[in-house]
């Protein structure tokens, strides 16, 4: 796992979010809303968490903290695109758990993350052999 999120993994311009701002398609929750582009390149995060979410810079950075190391555990699974995400001012009461699990249900909506396999603590069913199927020899005979 890369932990690292380098300069190329970036939207940094100020043309770069116009961009994504004006051609991407958008999917919201209450916390943040995310802008998708779809490119060539690999997956790259963009941050808008403005005052009107919170006055405090702390919880601003804790929003932006929480959503970069999120991005970064899932970047290799994502589909190449510029990713820029919105925040709300609900997002500023939210836990770094709630945060990081909006993040990751909207990108399953939006198609840029696979949705997880269905997954559980039973074995896959097997067929059932029907009664008028003899099942030994002796029932056959």
Do not use: C
Not at 7 to 16: L, Y
Not at 31 to 36: C, E, G, K, P, V
Not at 64 to 78: D, M
């Amino acid at each position: 796992m890369n932990t690292t999120f380098p300069r190329q993994a970036r939207v940094r311009a100020r043309a770069e979010y116009s961009r994504v701002f004006e051609q991407a398609r958008r999917t919201s929750d209450p916390l943040f809303s995310l802008h998708w582009l779809s490119t060539e390149a690999p997956a790259r995060l963009g941050l808008a968490v403005s005052r009107k979410v919170s006055t405090r810079a702390v919880v601003r950075n804790r929003i932006k903290r929480n959503l970069r190391e999120q991005f970064r555990v899932l970047r290799s699974q994502l589909a190449p695109g510029d990713y820029v995400i919105v925040a709300r001012s609900a997002a500023a009461t939210a836990s770094p758990m709630q945060l990081r699990t909006t993040f990751v249900r909207v990108l399953i909506r939006a198609g840029a993350l696979p949705a997880p396999a269905a997954g559980g603590t039973m074995p896959p069913a097997t067929p059932s052999p029907s009664p008028s199927t003899p099942t030994s020899a002796a029932e056959a005979g």
